[in-house]
């Protein structure tokens, strides 16, 4: 963060500005985020997955395992 400037005052002189200077800024964060990495969508590996909710059951059938879980949140 810039030296002596908080949030709270950048809030306010946001405040200060029209929608479409807002969008601008926008476009510009969004810009700056993307460049650091930030804005990049991490692809998901399944395979990695598979396998991981082995013994979860218990030996019950799976749609009575869901019912049990419902119940228990009610």
């Not at 709270?8 to 929608?19: A, D, Q």
């Not at 926008?26 to 650091?36: A, I, S």
């Amino acid at each position: 963060m810039i030296k002596g400037v908080s949030l709270e005052k950048i809030e306010k002189e946001l405040e200060r500005l029209s929608p479409e200077e807002k969008l601008r800024l926008m476009e510009r964060v969004v810009r700056q985020l993307r460049k650091t990495g930030l804005g990049k969508k991490k692809e998901v590996d399944w395979s990695k997955l598979y396998g991981l909710g082995k013994g979860l059951w218990k030996g019950e059938d799976a749609q009575d395992y869901v019912e049990r879980l419902r119940k228990e949140r009610i």
